[in-house]
């Protein structure tokens, strides 16, 4: 099916953690909406990740925005503060901003140390009438803001992560093998190929606005970032936001390599923002939604080849890019570690830096993969169960590797001995084989030697 999900306007500090739960309230609500006159209790069962590190995720707050008939593209964090208030201190929930029920935050979240059998990210809902269960569901948040049921997410499993069937007649692209062979054919680039693609579900002017508003936020979220209401990040860190400071020296240095902070500056800036709860474009992720834009906003900044169009043509390489590894191995940091969330960022930046700049096909592929190979065995292990210690530089260094990347692909000579399909398969590999306390546990790594202010 369509690619455009890969980009999705969401809120801060996780996609997993914190989008794909409010969106799994989101679902339950009209899963209920015919039995709301019946139910008078909600009870919530966190599993895994989502328990272990979901309170600095905001992942019990998400559901609760969730359940109230919040979404995604409209939350504003005064109605997320109203929702927070009269449940925690009020004891009350307006559920599907509809029927107004009692709710004990210490009794009606249950935060499990165990996991759910089919991903790492499991959370179960369920709704009561006078003590009797009403309705159950089961959710996985697996990573990106894509939530499934668990009927869904075993067939998905059960098909080898293979997308809906599309009807016959369509074009398919699963993997960078297919991706070149089409391109070979037809004598088209990635962000050409991904527009074909694209047409076949949407119209040319919806693709382009539907860019154009990512973009447009991507720089909101900057502009926010160097501009913020408060220099303290959420949290029992106390980290203080460095953008706006970096900003204003930048802006007064004559330093001939500062080119490598303006990159810093702008990964920085957004991830910030990301941590503190904000507005956001998951890219593919939250936790690694400043790589894209960071690369985009050098381009843009720094260069001479950027415009409105180049903007279009680089999201639709990054998000066929992405679609890759969501598709033949994981974009969640609680599956594969942060390879499969800052690696997959920087490896979908490379490749549409490349494209932009002129590259072929396989010019770009050989861009994707050098980004993901040098991000192969990184750990996730959040500090407090926060997306900011190591999260936020990380976002930075995803996109410097992204840059980099593109632009040894762009002057090599050499056929590439490592294919881009080669290393999406070796990084979930890897990430499968890695140790659970280094995926988004907060069970090892810098998350235990690392202690927070309070």
Request: include cysteine.
């Amino acid at each position: 099916m369509s690619n455009l999900n890969i980009f999705k306007i969401g809120v801060g500090p996780s996609s997993s953690h914190t989008l794909g739960p409010l969106i799994a309230g989101n679902l339950f609500c009209k899963l209920i909406e015919d039995k709301l006159d019946l139910i008078d209790k909600i009870k919530i069962d966190l599993y895994g990740s989502l328990s272990l590190t979901g309170k600095g995720h905001l992942t019990d707050k998400a559901l609760l925005w969730g359940l109230s008939g919040l979404e995604p593209k409209t939350i504003n964090s005064s109605a997320q503060e109203d929702i927070n208030n009269r449940a925690l201190n009020d004891g009350v929930l307006k559920l599907c901003d509809k029927k107004q029920i009692s709710f004990d935050y210490n009794k009606d979240i249950v935060f499990h140390k165990d996991f759910l059998p089919l991903h790492e990210n499991g959370l179960v809902i369920s709704a009561y009438s006078n003590g009797s269960l009403v309705e159950e569901k089961t959710y996985y948040s697996i990573g990106g803001g894509f939530v499934m049921s668990k009927v869904e997410l075993e067939i998905y499993l059960k098909d080898g992560k293979k997308e809906e069937k599309l009807p016959d007649g369509f074009m398919s692209i699963n993997n960078a093998k297919d991706a070149l062979e089409i391109c070979s054919k037809n004598g088209w680039n990635l962000a050409k190929l991904s527009l074909e693609y694209e047409l076949q579900f949407h119209s040319l002017q919806e693709i382009k606005e539907y860019c154009l508003e990512i973009w447009d936020v991507m720089q909101e979220a900057f502009a926010a970032g160097i501009n913020p209401k408060s220099l303290d990040l959420p949290g029992n860190l106390k980290l203080h936001r460095r953008a706006k400071g970096l900003y204003e020296r930048l802006y007064a240095s004559d330093d001939p390599m500062a080119i490598l902070d303006y990159v810093s500056l702008y990964a920085i800036a957004i991830a910030e923002e990301n941590a503190s709860g904000a507005k956001v474009v998951t890219a593919p992720t939250n936790g690694a939604c400043a790589v894209v834009p960071a690369v985009m906003l050098y381009l843009k900044n720094h260069t001479k080849i950027f415009s409105e169009e180049k903007a279009i043509e680089f999201l639709l390489t990054a998000m066929l890019i992405g679609s890759f590894y969501k598709k033949n191995a994981s974009i969640s940091g609680a599956e594969a570690g942060c390879q499969a969330e800052i690696g997959s960022a920087s490896s979908m930046a490379a490749a549409a830096m490349a494209t932009v700049s002129g590259g072929s096909a396989i010019v770009a592929c050989s861009a994707a993969e050098i980004a993901m190979e040098h991000h192969l065995g990184l750990t996730c292990d959040p500090v407090d169960g926060l997306v900011q210690i190591p999260c936020i530089e990380r976002n930075a260094f995803g996109a410097i590797k992204a840059i980099s990347a593109a632009k040894m692909s762009l002057t090599r000579k050499s056929t590439p001995r490592v294919g881009l399909d080669d290393v999406i398969k070796t990084m979930y590999e890897t990430g499968k084989d890695m140790n659970s306390k280094y995926r988004e546990t907060s069970l090892g790594g810098l998350a235990i030697n690392v202690k927070s202010v309070c």
